[in-house]
């Protein structure tokens, strides 16, 4: 396998310009006039021509060394070898931090919930600014950051590569300092608008004012996370994640509650612990950047537009699908929420296990974003696509296998949280309709990661668009043109996940096909 073909060896210029003196020099090193220099000197002068020459010779060779560096052992295993160990190996870690995460999250609620309905409400309303945070940081700009790593060390650019680390961290300071002065400034007419007051709005407040003030420690976690795992470095980011994850279990209660030598800071206690657990993250993932078991390195280079456009062309618009997941969960939510409280509930339930779909083929995702980008980078597209299909199939069979099983026996899930009859109605509708188009909206959201790593986001983000528009306006055309009720507003939601598997899938294998060209 050619590795950064037509790459300079760095030996053999260093060789090439070890023996030329005088005129041979001038030749030799292409040096403009050199010659007639050379010709007009004495000895003395000549022989200190030629050896500055030498010198800038060897210059230019060390930096084209730099920039076409051999290929490290981590980034050849993603170059050879069978698709599918390579493409369990990287993400298996990811599915591992997801579930620690999805348990973190869950028993964070329920200390949370000690503290009365209010404050459990006030933490909601933070949520969805919390979630948008969170996935534009590690799946949005996260995912460029990866991807534009990946291609460059598949491209055997080990110097484009180290400088793409500070552009990334650019980015995420520059964001994170973005989402606290909004969140700070603009948070209460936010929560007011969502609904919050009295003591609900209270503690939103108080939440939200120390979480987002630590936004740089989230961002920070997330770009670093995603520099290691553009390289290929799964275990030590998912590593970190997940002991701060333990740290934040423990460390809430005792701060919520003032167990042993900790004040009991009530909300804010578990804002503080989170804040706190993402700060030691950072920490050690810096750390663990700066040691020579990382394949990269932070180049303080003078910053380059080439590289921010590099990481954002593929960030924005992945940023940007974020937004329109939350957009389609609003739009459809505001309409079944006009059926009443049951219908909302038991849509709720529904759309629940619909949104735990996307952190589990995160999993995969994040492993076909540096699979995908390394192979796209060097040059086998072949070897890209074929990955491609397999990490889309195997995320298309997880979510189709739970949605499947769900729609035959719905009260596997929903009997979870209720035994309401008429949430229960609501929900198995839900199931039973939305359930068998799960393997397709597994398959989209694969089919998105590998394009993200490809570095061509425009038309499955148009796909993207299209699921949005067919969830909402055609769940709104269900309802008030049709009058097709709840069960025409959930086919209009089964509709969008068939269209945006295929539209996907016809995005990423013209992409690929493209790039072959």
């Known amino acids: 396998m050619k590795v ?28 403009p006039g050199a010659a007639d220099m050379a010709s007009a000197t004495d000895g003395a002068g000549a022989a200190d021509l030629a050896s500055a020459a030498v010198a800038s010779n060897e210059a230019v060779a060390a930096d084209e060394a730099a920039k076409h560096a051999p290929l490290g052992s981590a980034t050849r295993r993603l170059l050879e070898g069978p698709v599918l160990p390579a493409l369990l190996r990287l993400a298996l870690p990811n599915m591992l931090v997801v579930v620690v995460q999805a348990t973190s999250s869950t028993i964070d609620a329920f200390f949370v919930a000690r503290l009365g309905t209010d404050v459990l409400a006030g933490v909601a309303l933070v949520l969805p600014a919390w979630m948008l945070m969170v996935t534009m940081s590690a799946g949005g700009i996260g995912g460029g950051i990866a991807s534009a790593i990946a291609r460059a060390l598949g491209g055997g650019r080990r110097a484009d590569a180290n400088a793409l680390v500070l552009h990334g961290l650019i980015i995420g300071a520059a964001l994170a300092a973005a989402f606290s002065a909004a969140l700070l400034t603009l948070g209460e007419p936010l929560y007011r608008a969502l609904g919050g007051q009295g003591e609900a709005l209270e503690a939103a407040l108080a939440y939200s004012t120390i979480v987002f003030s630590g936004a740089i420690a989230i961002w920070l976690v997330n770009v670093l996370a995603s520099v290691l795992r553009g390289s290929g470095e799964m275990q030590f980011p998912a590593l970190v994640i997940v002991a701060g994850e333990v740290l934040h279990v423990l460390l809430a209660p005792s701060l919520i509650f003032g167990l042993g030598p900790f004040p009991a800071l009530g909300v804010r206690g578990a804002a503080l612990s989170l804040v706190t657990s993402y700060a030691l993250r950072t920490a050690a993932l810096a750390i663990y950047l700066l040691t020579s078991r990382s394949q990269l390195r932070l180049g303080l280079a003078k910053p380059h537009a080439k590289y921010f456009v590099d990481i954002l062309r593929v960030g924005l618009p992945a940023a940007a699908n974020t937004v329109l997941t939350n957009i389609n969960v609003a739009a459809v939510t505001g309409i079944v929420g006009t059926f009443g409280t049951a219908a909302l509930a038991g849509y709720g339930l529904g759309a629940r296990l619909e949104y735990l779909q996307i952190p589990l083929v995160f999993g995969f995702g994040t492993a076909l974003v540096t699979l995908v980008g390394t192979n796209v980078g060097a040059g086998q597209i072949a070897r890209a696509r074929r990955i491609t299909w397999v990490g889309a199939g195997l995320a298309a069979a997880l979510t189709g296998s739970i949605g499947l099983l769900t729609a035959f026996v719905p009260r596997l899930w929903l009997g979870l949280f209720t035994s309401a009859p008429d949430v229960l109605a609501v929900g198995e509708t839900y199931l039973h309709l939305v359930g068998p188009a799960y393997g397709l909206f597994g398959l989209g959201l694969a089919l998105y990661f590998a394009a993200q790593g490809a570095g061509r986001l425009l038309w499955p983000l148009l796909a993207g668009i299209m699921r949005v528009v067919i969830a909402a306006v055609g769940a709104w055309v269900a309802v008030y043109v049709l009058n097709a009720g709840l069960a025409g507003a959930f086919v209009a939601i089964t509709v969008s996940f068939i269209v945006f598997g295929g539209a996907q899938a016809l995005a990423v294998s013209s992409t690929l096909r493209a790039r072959t060209r």
Do not use: H, V
Request: a negative charge.
């Open 4 to 31: 950064a073909a037509g790459a300079p060896d760095a030996a053999e210029l260093i060789t090439r310009n070890d023996a030329p003196r005088g005129p041979d020099l001038a030749r030799e090193a292409d040096l």
